[in-house]
């Protein structure tokens, strides 16, 4: 890994006033490099990757059906705050492929509710272990309403940086056919393809595709909570990954010293995170 970008991802952390964390790892010849990668830090919806490869893998074992019939219910819809499903007439019907799809690409978390419905917490968190995201740990099935700027971590999903870029890399090496990768997740290659191509859809590009060349293909989830902004994906050029990048901002303030919204710096060092390595790489 050059240590020219590695000192400009660095530059772009410092120059904020929260704390960020990256990992950076490049496909096409296995290089990584992190700013406290190991690091706990809420992983807001960042989490719903690894909730959407424990769903395929369930659907590889024949436990889980995506042509299920699922409906959208006033108590999934309450307390939600992202996706649109909170505003779908109660009733509404769905089958659970299109649950699985809007809990990633808008983030939805009425559709993430009936998808963790369906799974079980504890072999979701022993799925995350055993493929190797040891500082992951999924907790209520959406966060708790009203929560503070500097709520305890433990009140909500946490991940790193490091076991995000893991997880993508998997995927990444699954759809190119990498038996061990199918292996331990107990995802074949078809749905691992699946499961790129979910991420691939995101509609929220105001993160790591922010900088980047218009329709850029990014196979990533976006993060958001009350303490911060964050991203994970995978960034393809030419039809090939180019980089796996994880960035984490936490405890960015509601306003910053020049009076802008903390949010905003938050996006934008992300964005600048990505355009870095796409200009290096």
């Known amino acids: 890994m050059r240590a020219d970008l590695i ?33 706990v830090v809420p992983s807001a919806s960042t989490r719903k990757t690894s909730i959407l490869m424990h769903a395929l893998s369930r659907v590889a074992a024949g436990k889980l059906d995506l042509a299920e019939t699922c409906t959208v219910e006033a108590r999934l819809q309450k307390d939600v705050a992202s996706g649109t499903y909170q505003h779908m007439t109660p009733g509404t019907q769905l089958p659970l492929r299109d649950a699985v799809v809007n809990m990633i690409i808008t983030s939805d978390n009425v559709g993430t509710q009936l998808v963790l419905e369906r799974l079980d917490r504890d072999a ?3 799925w995350c272990a055993r493929i190797g995201m040891v500082g992951t740990a999924h907790r209520a099935n959406i966060p708790p309403a009203g929560l503070a700027w500097d709520h305890p971590m433990d009140r909500t999903a946490t991940t790193t940086s490091d076991d995000q870029v893991r997880l993508l890399d998997l995927i990444l090496r699954g759809a190119e056919g990498d038996a061990e990768a199918t292996g331990l997740m107990g995802v074949p290659q078809d749905l691992c393809r699946l499961g790129l191509d979910i991420l691939s859809w995101q509609r929220l590009r105001n ?34 990954p180019l980089f796996i990048l994880a960035a984490y901002c936490d405890r960015v303030p509601e306003t910053m010293p020049d009076g802008l919204p903390g949010f905003a710096s938050a996006y934008a ?12 790489l």
């Open 124 to 126: 979701l968190n022993a």
């Open 7 to 39: 000192d400009r991802l660095n530059a772009i952390c410092t120059a904020q006033p929260f704390t960020t964390t990256w990992t950076l790892r490049v496909p096409a010849d296995g290089g990584q490099a992190s700013r406290d990668g190991a690091q």
């Open 207 to 240: 993160l790591i595709p922010s900088l980047l060349p218009a329709n850029t293909r990014v196979a990533h989830k976006t993060g958001r909570d009350a303490r911060g902004r964050s991203d994970a994906g995978i960034v393809f050029r030419d039809g090939r």
């Open 269 to 280: 060092t992300v964005g600048q995170l990505a355009r870095a390595c796409w200009d290096a």
